[in-house]
T-cell receptor, first 108, second 115 residues
Framework: AQRVTQPEKLLSVFKGAPVELKCNYS??????LFWYVQYSRQRLQLLLR??SRESIKGFTADLNKGETSFHLKKPFAQEEDSAMYYC??????????FGSGTQLTVLP | DGGITQSPKYLFRKEGQNVTLSCEQN?????MYWYRQDPGQGLRLIYY???????QKGDIAEGYSVSREKKESFPLTVTSAQKNPTAFYLC??????????????FGAGTRLSVL
């Protein structure tokens, strides 16, 4: 079965500290991986995806096929990064399978 | 603000009642999706449609129904058979071309509660 796992429901870090949100996937074939973010009172939106290999708002994510992971990282967290983060995978049918989400809180 | 409009923002359902959630998009996307969001469970796929007049069940379709008569519209009906309908419902559409290919864009959601 296709599955995306985010082991941390809640994650708190201090401003300026590095942050890593973990994501592991179990998928047949070669899925496309995404990170979506939901800020307070805003709609769910794409943060980044693995095929773009880009940094958005200082976040990066590297696809590790050997470990089937797609962890999201930022070297220096900011208070405005506080949000709910979802990892998602898309297979050949283009449906998204979401992880259960990680609520990130960046403390001042 | 744009692209995908969900209405109403809040909806209340009485026992035994069917209710319909609206989703409209002006992005010219062929594919549309309905998800249910529950605390601690992430988003789960209810139904999806790849093209007009066609739709497929997702992981939790029981107690729900959809139609796709127009490209722009993908309404979701929560029937009385859905015993635990209280949740936040999200509609999305997917881009199929260009740089944004396969990105899903989401509406602002409808929060459904049972009276």
């Amino acid at each position: 079965a296709q599955r995306v796992t985010q082991p941390e429901k809640l994650l708190s870090v201090f401003k300026g500290a590095p942050v890593e949100l973990k994501c592991n996937y179990s998928y047949s074939g070669s899925p496309e991986l995404f990170w979506y973010v939901q800020y307070s009172r805003q709609r769910l939106q794409l943060l980044l995806r693995h095929i773009s290999r880009e940094s958005i708002k200082g976040f990066t994510a590297d696809l590790n096929k050997g470990e089937t992971s797609f962890h999201l990282k930022k070297p220096f967290a900011q208070e405005e990064d506080s949000a709910m983060y979802y990892c998602a995978a898309s297979g050949s049918a283009r449906q998204l399978t979401f992880g259960s989400g990680t609520q990130l809180t960046v403390l001042p | 603000d744009g692209g995908i409009t969900q209405s109403p923002k809040y909806l209340f359902r009485k026992e035994g009642q069917n209710v319909t959630l609206s989703c409209e998009q002006n992005l010219n996307h062929d594919a549309m999706y309905w998800y249910r969001q529950d605390p601690g469970q992430g988003l789960r796929l209810i139904y999806y449609s790849q093209i007009v007049n066609d739709f497929q069940k997702g992981d939790i379709a029981e107690g729900y129904s959809v139609s796709r008569e127009k490209k722009e519209s993908f309404p979701l009906t929560v029937t009385s058979a859905q015993k635990n309908p209280t949740a936040f419902y999200l509609c999305a559409s997917r881009s199929t071309g260009g740089f944004a290919k396969n990105i899903q864009y989401f509406g602002a959601g409808t929060r459904l509660s049972v009276l």
